[in-house]
């Protein structure tokens, strides 16, 4: 069975960081792409950043392009999401996304 967990979500002040994780299980990691997804109260779920399997290429959103990275440890099952001059904009709840199946999310708050 294919199973997403993420961890690394808390509250944390504008200007801060955060590293989030997602663990895989249950298909070939090295051959899926991986995503983190965020949702806000009122909003709908939007694709924050993309990385590749074969050469690790990523994509992110407008909003976060350039504070938030996107990596991947293929030995270790395991995606990330390092999380820079957070904004309370970012406050939502992050998803990872593979293999046609979503994790149970993680909530990060930005405030003071």
């Known amino acids: 069975q294919v199973q997403l967990v993420e961890s690394g979500g808390g509250l944390v002040q504008p200007g801060g960081s955060l590293r989030l994780s997602c663990a895989a299980s249950?298909?070939?990691?090295?051959?899926?792409?991986m995503s983190w997804y965020r949702q806000a109260p009122g909003k709908e779920r939007e694709l924050v950043a993309f990385?590749?399997?074969?050469?690790?290429?990523?994509t992110y959103a407008t909003s976060v392009k350039g504070r938030f990275t996107i990596s991947r440890d293929n030995a270790k099952n395991t995606v990330y999401l390092q999380m820079n001059s957070l904004k309370p904009e970012d406050t939502a709840v992050y998803y990872c996304?593979?293999?046609?199946?979503w994790g149970q999310g993680t909530q990060v708050t930005v405030s003071s």
């Open positions: 996304y593979a293999s046609r199946s």
């Open positions: 249950g298909f070939t990691f090295s051959s899926y792409a």
């Open positions: 990385i590749s399997s074969a050469t690790g290429s990523t």
